[in-house]
């Protein structure tokens, strides 16, 4: 049996909507929108704990805003090149060597506004329409709309909650066809938090060799949120190393989100073709941020501890919230390697009721939560499996015991 379906990318539609089809076509990010959600609610006066955003609730590292500060009055306020400051590109071609083992000349990376910018600009500087992007699932929410609008024909892979949901060499092998462009994946994932060890991808590595004309996305932007210890990057296999875009920023690594930077390394010919895109689009980053994001790669000793204190909270946040939810009935989940998401199955609650509320999929049960317990999650589905729901522990160890608290009594009302 396959282990993967097609999703067909590009629907034709009969509305007269004044919007392009390929707008029509895009999903708004679940993310993102269950946090609109949660916040409308809490300016409503709901007492609302959204664990529903990804994005690391700690401070921006102060040498890092120092810096900011300081491009500001240094006047560092005016256009940069497309692809990033020279000193920026090159502090994080010393970053890929130092940290991932991995050479790149500084030409080789793009630096863009997000982790998410540098996607956009990878998918539609490889895919031709009709071409497949393979997207192992559970994935995270962007990646198949991105693919859509580069006009990707999807193919979700699925990968089993009882193999730590990553895919095997073998379903791999087996969901490449000769249209196959890109393979997409994060490690850590988001949402399940799952890691690929370096034998892992060696064994995904092994299979692309075979493929020369399939491409690799290879997102690691949770790389220092690991409880596992080294990083392994995919590009440090050197027979497909050319075909590899490393995808990585300051987001979650440094908690700077709302700074907007992400870069790419990928191949001069790649490289060049972001340039280009990014050059038409949004042309360089925002300054300022990247003198930060500069204070950021080369001040190892002004932001260890910040992040070290960072990533051992997330840690006790993991294995606490995973103690709690073993003592709820009916869930299942892995034990994330790392990111700060849990993706337990919540299936067996499906077919039950509370009152006005019927259990039928993954979405019912978040707008349960939601509804009854005031817990903001996002439903499995836009992660690509409907069995489940994305929780992020991304807030305080109080608002987290207080969730779950809160989650296990909804939870315990339903009833068949
Ligand atoms: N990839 C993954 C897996 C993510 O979770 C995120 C977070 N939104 C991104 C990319 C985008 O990161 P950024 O905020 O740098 O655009
Ligand atoms: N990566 C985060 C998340 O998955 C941020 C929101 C987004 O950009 O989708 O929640």
Redesign the pocket.
């Known amino acids: 049996m396959s282990t993967f379906k097609n999703v067909e990318s590009i629907h034709k539609s009969t509305n007269m909507s004044v919007l392009s089809e390929r707008i029509r076509n895009l999903t708004a990010s679940a993310t993102l929108e269950m946090a609109r959600i949660s916040r409308e609610l809490r300016a409503q006066g709901v007492n609302v704990i959204d664990l529903s955003i990804?994005e690391p609730d700690f401070n921006t590292p102060e040498c890092v805003k120092e810096a900011a500060k300081k491009a500001i009055d240094d006047n560092h306020t005016h256009y940069t090149p497309v692809s990033g400051l020279a000193e920026l590109r090159k502090a994080i071609a010393a970053k890929l060597k130092n940290e991932n083992g991995l050479d790149y000349d500084p030409v080789q990376i793009v630096v863009s506004n997000?982790?998410?910018?540098s996607?956009a600009n990878t998918m539609l500087c490889l895919v031709n329409p009709g071409e497949e992007v393979i997207i192992p699932a559970p994935y995270?929410v962007?990646y198949t709309e991105i693919a859509k609008l580069a006009g990707a024909v999807v193919k979700e892979l699925f990968a089993s909650i009882d193999n730590d949901f990553k895919v095997t060499p073998d379903e791999l092998e087996e969901a490449i066809t000769p249209k196959t462009k890109i393979f997409i994946f994060?490690s850590p994932c988001?949402p399940t938090g799952s890691f690929y060890t370096r034998k892992e991808l060696e064994g995904l590595a092994g299979v692309f060799e075979k493929h020369p004309n399939v491409y690799i996305i290879s997102?690691e932007?949770?790389e220092y949120i690991n409880f596992t210890g080294k990083h392994e990057s995919m590009a440090q296999f050197e027979a497909i190393r050319d075909r590899v875009i490393t995808?990585n920023?300051v987001?979650?690594g440094y908690a700077m989100?709302g700074w907007?930077i992400?870069y790419l390394a990928a191949t001069k010919e790649i490289a060049k073709a972001c340039d280009t895109l990014q050059g038409q689009i949004t042309s360089g980053a925002c300054s300022i941020s990247q003198y930060a994001s500069l204070t950021a790669f080369n001040g190892i000793s002004c932001t260890s501890r910040e992040v070290r204190t960072m990533v051992d909270e997330f840690r006790k946040r993991r294995d606490a919230i995973i103690d709690r939810l073993s003592t709820i009935p009916g869930i299942r989940t892995n034990v994330p390697a790392g990111a700060f998401y849990i993706f337990p199955n919540i299936a067996s609650y499906f077919g039950t009721r509370n009152g006005k509320y019927h259990i039928s999929d993954d979405r019912d049960l978040s707008m349960y939560l939601l509804g009854e317990a005031h817990v903001s999650v996002v439903p499995g589905s836009a992660f690509g499996n409907g069995n489940c729901i994305r929780i992020s522990y991304a807030t305080s160890m109080e608002n987290l015991t207080e969730a779950m608290d809160r989650i296990s009594e909804a939870l315990s009302a339903l009833k068949q």
Do not use: C, E, L
């Open positions: 990804g997000g982790a998410k910018q996607i995270w962007s994060s988001n997102d932007i949770y995808i920023g987001s979650k989100t907007r992400g």
